[in-house]
């Protein structure tokens, strides 16, 4: 009786940590981020409010390669102009692997408000 209940323990630990392990992967692998248009991060792309490029940039390398055993590791993310702060807007920035190859990553709007606009890359 007592083997029964320490494998039914044993099985229901190891059910939580695997679970608690996919959670916190799918939450830290997120392509999508909110940002604030303030002073700081806005620049005019063809008249229109846009993010800035550096800060598309700097958020995508950080967000690209959150956890060893997801995305690859990219460095020198740089985006050719803000990100437009208009729904489907969409621009092409690159980075580096590790092994020196070159890595075109797409990024475009989700939504976007007068003070905030809702990105993506993708991976």
Known sequence: MQLSKFLVGAVGGATAVVALGG???????????TSEL???STVKVDGHKALAARIVAGRTESKYHPLPWVGKKVSGVTCPTGLKAVAGASITCTGKTGGGRSVDIRVSVVKSTSDSVTWKFER
């Open 38 to 40: 303030d002073a700081y």
């Open 23 to 33: 959670l916190g992967t799918y939450l830290l692998s997120g392509t999508e981020s």
